[in-house]
């Protein structure tokens, strides 16, 4: 088994299909959560997660990433009991009234597993399914999207782009001989995790290089600590920074951008799409 010889043409989550290349995709955040770094958790309400995912729809969200554990450095893991409780209802009722595409930012198989049952059709794991292995045997029986995420939190490295590359690589490798078809595999390289500074800055600026492992890209940059430690802001001020790598990451291949402000970051794509895509989209 081997990477394929081309980035898939499209993917179908849920009822929307995603033609790669044609315009950039608007994953807009939803924490469920009462810690988020971002100060944007909305804790175990389902109705406001419903309410927001209402707001974003109406923005211009293409798929909807709910998250009911806090991935910032230092945060407290919670039990996959409490997490079951704060996703579940909040995927369930966003699936019934909306249709639009709903992942859901776990590392636990339990989790996942429901959330695929209550309507979800992607599951984002900042882990890379290393965390819980046994999401690669879900992953096998179940049709989904899976976004893997390249995480240094656990082995830092010193050649980012190398380390980043071969973990994306191995993973998908891994997922395409269980039989996983290439147009269900997203890959990010984890900007923010376990990664210092310069090599977050290096990632967005050599985002370029991961096209060669001809999968969909998602980029998340929306808020995160390296937009605050070059412009020393705290996370409600990062709207700037967070438009900068956006744009740059547009220009180095991403296919899908991670965001807190849909209707914000929407202009910056389409206005991105415009120059490096020779394309113009509502």
């Avoid at 909305?42 to 923005?59: K, V």
């Avoid at 599951?123 to 046994?134: A, C, F, Q, R, T």
């Amino acid at each position: 088994m081997d990477l394929p010889a081309k980035k898939p043409a499209e993917s179908l989550f849920g009822s929307k299909q995603f033609g790669w290349g044609e315009r950039t995709y608007i994953m807009g955040i939803v924490n469920v959560t009462a810690d988020s770094f971002s100060g944007d958790g909305l804790g175990a309400d389902p109705e406001a997660a419903l309410e927001q995912a209402r707001r974003f729809a109406l923005e211009g969200a293409d798929i909807l990433d709910i998250g009911g554990e806090s991935t910032r450095p230092g945060s407290q893991p919670v039990s996959t009991r409490e997490e079951l409780d704060r996703v579940i209802p909040a995927v369930r009722l966003i699936s019934r009234n909306l249709d639009i595409p709903v992942s859901v930012d776990t590392y636990r198989r339990e989790v996942a597993e429901e959330a695929l049952k209550a309507g979800a059709c992607i599951i984002n794991d900042v882990w890379g399914l290393k965390k819980d292995p046994s999401l690669f045997e879900l992953a096998a029986k179940r049709p989904a999207g899976w976004v893997i995420t390249s995480n240094q939190r656990e082995n830092p490295a010193e050649d980012i782009m190398a380390a980043v590359t071969s973990e994306l690589r191995e993973t998908a490798l891994r997922l395409l001989g269980l039989g996983v078809p290439a147009r269900n595999i997203i890959i990010d390289p984890g900007v923010g995790f376990g990664k210092t500074l310069a090599q977050n800055l290096e990632i967005v600026r050599r985002l370029s290089e991961l096209k060669a492992l001809n999968l969909p890209i998602l980029l998340g940059t929306s808020r995160k600590s390296l937009i605050g430690q070059v412009l020393d802001t705290p996370p409600g001020e990062r709207l700037e920074g967070t438009a900068a790598t956006v744009a740059l990451g547009i220009g180095g291949g991403a296919d899908i951008v991670r965001v807190h402000d849909v209707a914000y970051m929407k202009r910056v794509c389409r206005m991105s799409d415009a120059v490096v895509r020779g394309k113009i989209w509502k």
